[in-house]
């Protein structure tokens, strides 16, 4: 089997720890396998590189901050291959340059264009397993480039996908995707496999285990993603695009908390008022996520809408600079807010899911602020400090940590 | 003008001392010149990764050493472009490969064979100062090599020659070249030129302010080498091919604490005894300097020679394991020796320097063991703890601290 793993830094992190994964490779290498392995740079590398940055320019220019960053994945796949050379094992480090990983132009945010696999190809033929760069790529420029959050998972499934890999594996501090986050809800059960559309769900739901760059690039390539731990054997989850098992009803639960809530009050009842509203706040590259339009007092609406924290402050800032235009009364926003969810592919032929959600949550004494849906989600927003008792509540009445009962 | 300039290690080592830099830099941009600079790694960094290399691997393949040390210099010259933003001067740093540093495949101790300037003329055009990582290159795999000691002197004397500069600054710890080290001899005096061979004599003897693979690069494609301080605005040394004052008879004195005397005794006087010995060392790739014969008792010679400190154990293994061979009867060492040179491009037509040098030590009562002369050098060999008083003794004699005496 030719197979793509992939390891973040915390598997990197010092000596004893690559020794670790250099044991797994060669394990791995033994069975008869091809292997290409992505590292990550070690622990905080990154960190403290960028920390060296700052202290010269708080606002370095892009290119030369990926020229910078991009030396950390460089000494984990060095060191990464002195430590097979050690064990006995053939290996070869190559860096975005060398493999011919090419991408846009964009610096710190770059899309991988396409891979040159020749190179690769020859080091498998010469037996090596291959030790490659994460998060980093060349543009058109001959320039360093890196691919953003994630990127280091995205490198390892396009690598997958221009090698015609028989699987790539993720290997990260978890076990799995789980039906709930573990820390939360006590019962959460790991989960064998899930689709690649639950799988991007639950990561834009912030279950942070793989960046849905990767999963849409996994989904569009058919590259079998397997989700494992770095420090066991265990089987982990398979993210693939249809499951063999029967489709589960729901197969996890999700919070997010980095979401806050602005209602703006009043606004006339004319048509094209929602799209000034949202049209300025897209202009600014501000998300919105949820939406509520409610009939307001004496020919006027509400319009309510979440987005990420860190665009709150912005986007009170522009409705207030905009408040006549937009004729909007009054703003007010509650900070104290999370988004759970339902993810699963068998809900969209299922109208009872929501039903049985909200019968959770009602149980549970929570009161649902906004509701949202999609043909494999149902969100809903609370209050922030009611997030966990209404994570195991929902978790509880679908039965996820049961691993017989699939409905 | 078209200069290159090089800093090391030291001069990076901190945000501190990369904003001197760049202020210097900058000053020089003002002042209407286009700016190549080569920079080492920061302070320790080389070091540092080392020392994590060998706590995986105590023998990791040179290949993979390269890979991981050059990232060293890289995060210089991103650092350095950071801080030349922040002070408002356009400038990009690039690496090895994105300068077209072609070398050898030898890693660890490779040679440049050509340098693409192609983007380095083109940023140069764009008005950028252009930042290119020292003592790096590629070779024909595009694999990544290292140059070796004195490595990033060697790029930016390479640069300046495939560049055509005007001329090559190498900046470091000292205000430029002397007329003997000035820890030792206390009226030691800056010189404000030499020519290629004097500062590769004296490079050889010690005076490490130069690497000699620089000095020899500069001198075959008649870069105009500029040593100066980077803490100060010293004129600093130029070396060139000739000088433009009155060639001074002895420029320098230098001493080589590097070194152990051999005796092979009782060697039978036949031909061929003396390529034998130094045929053996040879293939073992043991450099001898200082070569004296003398007729011993009874149809034997006597030889006795110096080797590198570091190389002595292996010599007096291979002398003792042949010694029937080599009909040596007895062999002999001493590590307590030092080697004291004069060194000056005028010496050459001038037979009085030998004997002037002789003098300074007869009259400070030391013993001279053996004596070695090249057209610009005499070198004796002495009790290493007298050679301070040596260099003392000869710079004095030749009148070396006085600057308005060149004779």
Do not use: W
Not at 77 to 84: D, E, G, I, P, R
Not at 184 to 207: C, F, H, P, Q
Not at 284 to 312: C, E, Y
């Amino acid at each position: 089997m030719l197979i793509v793993k992939k390891f973040g830094g915390s598997s990197v992190a010092n000596a004893e720890k690559i020794f670790n994964v250099a044991k797994r490779l060669g394990k791995s290498y033994d069975e008869g396998n091809e292997i290409v392995v992505v590292l990550s740079a070690q622990g905080d590398t990154t960190d403290e590189l960028i920390a060296k940055a700052k202290e010269i320019n708080s606002k370095p220019s892009r290119r030369e901050m990926d020229m910078l960053l991009s030396t950390g994945e460089q000494q984990s796949v060095a060191l990464m291959s002195m430590a097979l050379e050690k064990l006995g094992y053939p290996a070869i480090s190559l860096n975005a340059y060398q493999v011919g990983m090419y991408t846009t132009s964009t610096y710190s945010n770059a899309r991988l264009k396409n891979i040159n696999t020749d190179r690769v190809q020859s080091e498998l033929e010469r037996k090596n397993i291959v030790l490659i760069t994460g998060f980093q790529g060349m543009n058109r420029f001959d320039d360093i480039t890196t691919l953003g959050r994630g990127g280091s998972d995205t490198t390892a499934v396009a690598l997958a996908a221009a090698l015609k890999a028989d699987r790539c594996e993720i290997y990260t501090d978890v076990d799995g995707i789980y039906t709930a986050d573990p820390r939360v809800v006590k019962n959460a059960r790991k989960l064998s496999e899930v689709t690649y559309d639950e799988m991007l769900e639950l990561a834009s739901l912030g279950a942070r285990v793989l960046h849905n760059r990767s999963v849409e690039l996994a989904k569009k390539y058919h590259v079998e993603l397997v989700v494992r731990s770095s420090l066991n054997y265990e089987e982990g989850t398979v993210v693939k695009e249809v499951c063999h098992m029967e489709k589960m009803l729901v197969s996890g639960v999700a919070t997010d908390k980095d979401v806050s809530r602005i209602s703006v009050i009043g606004v006339s009842d004319e048509p094209g008022r929602a799209f000034s509203l949202f049209g300025l706040l897209a202009k600014h590259k501000i998300n919105v996520d949820i939406i509520l339009q409610s009939v307001g007092r004496s020919g006027t609406k509400d319009i309510t809408f979440t987005v990420a924290r860190d665009h709150l402050e912005e986007a009170l800032e522009l409705l207030e600079a905009n408040k006549e235009r937009l004729t909007i009364k009054e703003i007010v926003h509650d900070e104290n807010v999370a988004k759970v969810s339902v993810v699963g592919a068998g809900m969209v032929s299922n109208p009872g899911v929501a039903a049985k959600m909200f019968e959770a949550l009602y149980d549970a004494h929570i009161n649902i602020q906004m509701i949202s849906t999609s043909e494999i989600k149902i969100s809903v927003l609370i209050e922030e400090d009611k997030a966990e008792t209404a994570m195991n509540a929902i978790h509880d009445k679908f039965q996820l940590g049961n691993v017989n009962l699939r409905r």
